[in-house]
């Protein structure tokens, strides 16, 4: 069995392993380890991680976050479409169009009734 055809899918495996791992380790072997209070605390969520269940909390971050990777993943299908474009012709085009239609409407609806405005 020859595997020569499979050593560009091993290395870039491994080298993108190292590339995500090691950085990890150098900053965690050699970096600094000074916690203080501001540190451990709690951030980008909006409350606190370990208080009552019930308590309230403003739930505007999330439907930004949510709208963040909404809009974000559509905005990955432009790619592939921009990559492809001439061999999928006209009608590809004004499907794209279409799509870009509907996503602009979506975001001037949202921008409207002010899920974007962070108080």
């Known amino acids: 069995m020859n595997l020569e055809p499979y050593l560009p899918v091993i290395l870039f495996i491994l080298i993108g392993a190292a590339v995500g791992v090691v950085p990890q380790v150098l900053g965690f072997l050699l970096g600094p380890q000074r916690p203080d209070k501001?540190?451990?605390?709690?951030?980008?969520?909006?409350?606190?991680?370990?208080?009552?269940a019930r308590m309230k909390f403003d739930v505007r971050y999330y439907l930004?976050?949510?709208?963040f990777i909404l809009f974000d993943?559509?905005?990955?299908f432009l790619f592939p479409w921009a990559v492809s474009l001439r061999e999928i012709g006209a009608s590809g085009f004004w499907a794209m169009?279409?799509?870009?239609?509907?996503?602009?409407?979506?975001?001037?609806?949202?921008?409207?009734?002010?899920?974007?405005d962070w108080e």
């Open 97 to 116: 169009m279409v799509f870009l239609a509907i996503l602009v409407v979506g975001f001037a609806y949202e921008w409207k009734k002010g899920a974007l």
């Open 38 to 52: 501001a540190k451990n605390s709690p951030y980008e969520c909006g409350f606190e991680a370990f208080e009552d």
């Open 73 to 76: 993943l559509e905005i990955a």
């Open 64 to 67: 930004v976050a949510i709208l």
